[in-house]
């Protein structure tokens, strides 16, 4: 049992819209990620969204409006809410989702998660 | 639907040892909670309890050992496990644990967690 550092975890891959495990808690995963760009229009049927912008800044598209998240902001995208993240610059996110969440929304086009 | 902005929610209250919730998730609260001194030995027997440092130092102290978290570190306390958070100086937690979850591990001595 170890703190998690999230800096050092950051630090352990470059890849963008690909989310790294770093937790479990109550069957969900814990996860960081690097955004840049935008991602894709999808939703979850069965579960909320959690989104922790640790560095840099997220725009969160809605089809009813935008919500835009600097550093030390979060928010809860609710389930069945269509969503496209979207970050100008590189952005340092924490993630928490049901493990097993296809990021994508959809299991066909999903990256697969993985501890580290 | 608007960002959580986690600093202006920490200017907003003094006590610790007094979670505030800031967010909704799949079922659980999201919490902000000023750390300072010694809190007390508890367990949650049914959920796992998520400790994310924003601000300051905090340990968590448990039967096996202690795991000290400083800004940007995570724990997550598994359901069951004695522990005891301890701040020496003033620290800035994120909480999330299931709504209702009592914060001293007892209805009896827990305190009312308000919307902020």
Known sequence: MSAVN??????????YW?????????????????????FNWHSHADTDDLFLV???EVTIQMRDGNVTLKKGEMFVVPKGVEHCPYAE?????????????PNTGDEAT???KEYI
Chains 1, 2 share one sequence.
Request: hydrophobic residues 45%; glycine residues 8%.
């Open 89 to 101: 610059e590189e952005a340092h996110v924490l993630l928490i989702e049901p493990a097993g969440t």
């Open 18 to 38: 690909s989310p790294k495990i770093v937790s479990a808690f109550n069957g969900h995963d814990v996860m960081v990620a690097k955004f840049k760009g935008e």
């Open 110 to 112: 999903a990256v697969k």
């Open 6 to 15: 999230l800096a050092d975890k950051f630090a352990q891959f470059d890849e």
């Open 54 to 56: 640790l560095e840099g």
